[in-house]
């Protein structure tokens, strides 16, 4: 990502219901695309460690759905 514009994921498809990220200066920017006031700052390093765990399925119980 090099410029500042939102970009969601491609998985989101058409739905409103996603999470967009941005670079912003020296920050990665993250928000909900339908509450796009509430922005979460965090450095590159610690998005790529984040990301890092998504891939390797640490955060994948908190997906987990009930019926």
């Known amino acids: 990502m090099r410029n ?6 491609s998985y989101s498809g058409s739905n409103a219901d996603c999470v967009e990220v941005r670079v912003s200066g ?3 920017e993250l928000r909900e695309s339908d509450e796009g006031d ?10 790529a ?3 890092q765990g998504a891939k390797a399925g640490d ?6 759905t009930t019926a």
Do not use: N
């Open 38 to 47: 509430v922005i979460v700052r965090t450095t590159t390093p610690r998005f």
């Open 49 to 51: 460690a984040f990301l």
């Open 59 to 64: 955060f994948d119980h908190l997906a987990a």
């Open 4 to 9: 500042s514009t939102w970009q969601k994921s």
């Open 26 to 28: 020296a920050a990665i």
